[in-house]
Each structure stands twice: as C-alpha cells, then as structure tokens.
C-alpha cells in the first residue's frame, strides 16, 4: 500500500512570496491533517478534514494560510503571503475510516524557508 | 486541553543499553490515548507504540514498550538493546478529543545511539 504522498519536498522563497504544498492520503482515508513544524519543536496542527469538510481549523492563520480538500482526496495547502516565521516542515498526515483516535500515517513532509 | 511535556532535549545510550525517555503529559479527560512517534533525520514521523488510558497492561512492541504511570500521568518510552539505527527525534503527543482526534506533540527528545 503506498503511503502519504507530499510535494515538493523542498521549498525556498522569498518573503511575501506565495507557495503551495500538495499531499495525497492513503488511499481510502478520511481523516486528513496538516502539522507545522518549527525547527526544535514538536508539530503542530493547522487543520483536519473529515473528507471534505474542515473539522478543526481554529490554529490556522487564516489570514495567509488557506487550504482546501475539494473532492475529499488530495489537499492543498496555501502560504500568502508568506514571512519569515513560516520557515518549517509541513507534515500531511491521514487515518482511516472509522478510526478517530487511531494511529496517524504522516509523509516526508515538505521543508519550507522563507528568505 | 491537553499538554504533553519531555523534559529531556537530549540523550545519550550506547549501543545494546536500555533507555527511557520521559513524557507527562496533562488532561482532563476521562479517555485518552497516548503515542510515540520517531523522526529520524529524513523528515518522516514513525509510529512506534499506543497506550490507551483505559488498556490494564503497559503496551509492548518488540524493542519498545510503554512505562504507563495513570496517576503519576507520564507515558516513559523504554527502548530496550539499542541499535545505531534508534539514532533520532523522539515524540510523545496526546489525543486531542476538543478537535477530532487530532495529536498534541510535545517537544521532542534527540536520541544518539553511541557504539
């Protein structure tokens, strides 16, 4: 079974910049969540899905960060503009149905630095 | 809401010792899960072990096994005959019942496996 996909890997841009990271759950997850990680620190949640529909954003800056799971597979997470601070990994992670509070399948995540 | 604390930064064992790496962690709920994740180098977040609040025994899985202390609320991963290859991040995250089941990191516990 192939696991939770993420692109790009890397990313390097300048403040105020725009970037966008993309992940694929496994296949046939409905739980899908965006951790940040800042450098020395444990990740943090930004927002969950539940297929479609937003569970739990109320840690995402919404005034640069937006994302968006269309058709209850892959997602899109958005930095506009972005700043310094946003320097970090970006970890996708999903869970299967019927399994809230069960294990969580993250990817490689996708490093970010903001110049 | 829950918190998760590792007071440890950083840790020392020599190949095919034991170690513990210590976690509390803080709820006010009466269930609740516990995980251990590892992060090597790589980026990617590993499952290593689960303890539920209710399980009566502390949670084992082959070189990994769960100190759980209910009263005391601490979660201590023991890594019995370290390998080179335990050389990581290790982090120790709390269920988050107040959104979907999402997972509260703590801080993280840099293990170097010495031979």
């Known amino acids: 079974e192939a696991g939770v996909a993420q692109s790009p890997r890397y990313k390097i841009i300048e403040k105020r910049q725009s970037v966008a990271f993309w992940c694929n759950p496994i296949s046939g997850h409905a739980t899908l969540y965006w951790y940040q990680q800042i450098l020395g620190q444990g990740p943090k949640l930004l927002i969950q899905?539940?297929?479609?529909?937003?569970?739990?954003d109320s840690q995402l800056p919404k005034d640069r960060f937006s994302a968006e799971r269309l058709k209850g597979v892959d997602s899109t997470l958005k930095i506009q503009p972005a700043k310094l601070e946003d320097s970090a990994v970006y970890l996708c992670?999903?869970?299967?149905?019927?399994?809230?509070?069960?294990?969580?399948?993250f990817g490689p995540g996708t490093r970010l630095t903001v110049l | 809401a829950q918190k998760i604390t590792q007071t440890q930064p950083g840790m020392f064992v020599q190949e095919k010792e034991a170690v513990t790496l210590d976690c509390t962690y803080d709820t006010s709920d009466p269930s609740y899960g516990l995980f251990w994740y590892k992060q090597p180098s790589s980026g990617e977040m590993i499952f290593l072990i689960y303890?539920?609040?209710?399980?009566?025994q502390n949670a084992t899985e082959g070189r990994y096994s769960l100190n759980f202390q209910k009263a005391r609320k601490s979660a201590n991963l023991v890594i019995s005959a370290s390998q080179l290859g335990d050389s990581a991040m290790y982090f120790c995250a709390i269920l988050n019942s107040n959104s979907g089941y999402a997972l509260n990191f703590g801080k993280g516990t840099s293990l170097l496996v010495t031979p």
């Open positions: 303890q539920g609040s209710y399980d009566q």
């Open positions: 899905f539940q297929n479609n529909g937003v569970v739990d």
């Open positions: 992670a999903s869970t299967p149905p019927g399994l809230a509070g069960g294990e969580q399948f």
